[in-house]
């Protein structure tokens, strides 16, 4: 009997990346492939562009697929191949790909593997991440063009799925046990509002109708911009149990100088204002951020701006991102680079702030009763997340810790666990 083919997939990147790669192992399934640790016959390295930094991870993840797979068919995809023509890694690969086109993909791995017998069809349906929170991408590409960013030359225009197939991806997962459905794209919140996409429906438009699909239980948003936190989605999340009380919405800087020069559409005051909507509507939301450090021309003064903006907002939890511009992108030209000991310093200060707005964040909720949607188990204990995006970790149904980046200094709450 033909030994059955095997694959592992080295992710680098975002949600949406995550998203590619657990869709490719669905098809992979699909044809007759499984899983495995190690000694692959196929590897797949799914890159990320993002920063120099996330580059320079590629090459690392390139070597370990092949140190681990000695005998591999391996393939490069994602967002590096898109923009980058001179990657080292390149020539040693069997197969280069980008972003999308999947199904493309699949018959050129074929090739590769002529005797693969196809499998059950339901049975691999299900695009999964995670184990009880499903993300799922409902848009990808995006045209705004912030000049520290590279994501528009590797992901290319708007792109929405049809509503039909939200649906019923939702619908199977639902099915399949995931409790909690998270909505991502890479630019979110312009779902459905690209000049070609043939329905006549928006975000909130969206979520309307997977509110409506039976036992579903949570919809979690994963990140939209300031600009398109409507009026009409504070109203449906306000007066939804079903979605999460949770938006990461990216400020990237506190100063206005350096947000018009990121090409970022908006000013602190407008990020103000809605984050004073937000809390009007649900006081205890949880507000998650990005924001960039050590921006060209970003002056003591511009960092203290951002600083103070972020305290006074009090998000509820924080990603620092020193800045790193690939070379395609306007900024990598900018005046003014900053020294790296300077980003370096301003971007710990800045960690430092966060961790404490997110212990602050957290203890708000010492003693109240939540609901957490159980994710793994280590040992006597369970982990979880509750809908305003912080793990818990509890060994019964009435006791519960705090997980995170708090020092490792716990505190109790009383919660309420749904299995
Ligand atoms: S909105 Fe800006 S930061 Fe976000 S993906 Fe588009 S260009 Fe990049």
Redesign the pocket.
């Known amino acids: 009997m033909a030994k059955i083919k095997t694959y592992k997939i080295y992710t680098l990147g975002c949600k949406v990346n995550q998203y590619d790669s657990a869709d490719l192992k669905k098809r992979l399934n699909k044809i007759g492939f499984e899983e495995c640790k190690n000694s692959a016959d196929l590897a797949i390295v799914n890159t990320c562009a993002v920063t120099k930094t996330a580059i320079r991870k590629n090459s690392r993840m390139f070597n370990l697929a092949k140190k681990e797979n000695p005998k591999v068919k391996i393939i490069i995809m994602g967002c590096c191949p898109e923009i980058d023509d001179k990657i080292s890694i390149k020539n040693q690969a069997d197969l280069i790909w980008g972003v999308g086109n999947y199904r493309e993909l699949i018959k050129r791995i074929k090739r590769f593997f002529p005797k693969l017998k196809e499998k059950n069809k339901l049975l691999n349906n299900i695009v999964s991440t995670d184990k009880s929170r499903y993300f799922l991408k409902i848009q990808d590409g995006?045209e705004?063009?912030?000049s520290y960013?590279i994501?528009?030359f590797t992901r290319g225009r708007l792109k929405s799925r049809k509503s039909q197939e939200v649906i019923k991806e939702v619908e199977f997962a639902v099915k399949n046990g995931f409790r909690e459905i998270i909505l991502s794209g890479?630019?979110l919140g312009l779902y459905g509002r690209e000049k070609d996409f043939k329905e006549k429906i928006n975000l909130t438009d969206l979520i309307k109708r997977l509110l409506e699909i039976k036992n579903s239980e949570k919809i979690r948003l994963s990140s939209i911009?300031v600009t398109e936190v409507t009026d009409e989605l504070i109203k449906l999340m306000s007066e939804n149990e079903k979605i999460c009380k949770h938006l990461h919405i990216?400020l990237q800087n506190g100063s206005d100088k350096i947000l018009k020069l990121m090409n970022r559409p908006y000013k602190r005051v407008d990020f103000q204002k809605k984050v004073t909507k937000l809390r009007k509507y649900m006081h205890d939301i949880a507000l998650s951020t990005d924001v960039i450090v050590g921006f060209p021309g970003e002056t003591e003064k511009d960092f203290q701006d951002t600083y103070n903006f972020i305290k006074k907002i009090k998000f509820s939890r924080l990603h620092v991102f020193p800045f790193s511009a690939h070379e395609k992108t306007k900024a990598f030209n900018f005046p003014n680079h900053l020294d790296a000991s300077v980003i370096k310093e301003r971007a710990k200060k800045l960690r430092e702030l966060g961790k404490k707005l997110e212990k602050k964040y957290k203890q708000k909720f010492i003693g109240r009763d939540l609901a957490v949607i159980v994710e793994s188990q280590n040992g006597a204990h369970y982990i979880g997340k509750t809908e305003y995006y912080f793990d818990v970790r509890f060994k019964d149904v009435d006791i519960v810790d705090f997980c995170g980046n708090d020092g490792g200094d716990l505190v109790r709450g009383k919660v309420v666990v749904r299995f």
């Open positions: 995006c705004q063009f912030c960013c994501i528009p890479i630019h911009e990216p």
